[in-house]
Nanobody
Framework: QVYLVESGGGLVHPGGSLRLSCAASGLNFGISDMNWYRQAPGKQRELVAS???????NYADSVMGRFTVSRDNGRRRLYLQMSDLKPEDTAVYYC?????????WGRGTQVTVPS
């Protein structure tokens, strides 16, 4: 069974920073491509950042230059360093991977940036 558990969310003022973590188990993390998604109230879930098993990364235009995705294969952890946070970054952030023919999601962690 694949388990993904996010942590690190919270309330931060505009311009502040947060680091999200995702602890993974039940899969060969080192060969898994991993993603961060977010869902704001009333909006569709959107892909924020991706990191391939080989370390290649991709970002949504809205977070390019402000967010950095990384991974620690030894600890089976995925990270999202977020800086210069804006009110429009307010959302629930989810860790996601595709394994054994299906998508796996964590329960999410709330990030709130008040306007």
């Amino acid at each position: 069974q694949v388990y993904l558990v996010e942590s690190g969310g919270g309330l931060v003022h505009p311009g502040g920073s947060l680091r999200l973590s995702c602890a993974a188990s039940g899969l060969n993390f080192g060969i898994s491509d991993m993603n961060w998604y977010r869902q704001a109230p009333g909006k569709q879930r959107e892909l924020v950042a991706s990191i391939k098993s080989g370390g290649g990364t991709n970002y949504a235009d809205s977070v390019m230059g402000r967010f950095t995705v990384s991974r620690d294969n030894g600890r089976r952890r995925l990270y999202l360093q977020m800086s210069d946070l804006k009110p429009e970054d307010t959302a629930v952030y989810y860790c996601q991977t595709h394994n054994r023919g299906r998508d796996h999601w964590g329960r999410g962690t709330q990030v709130t940036v008040p306007s």
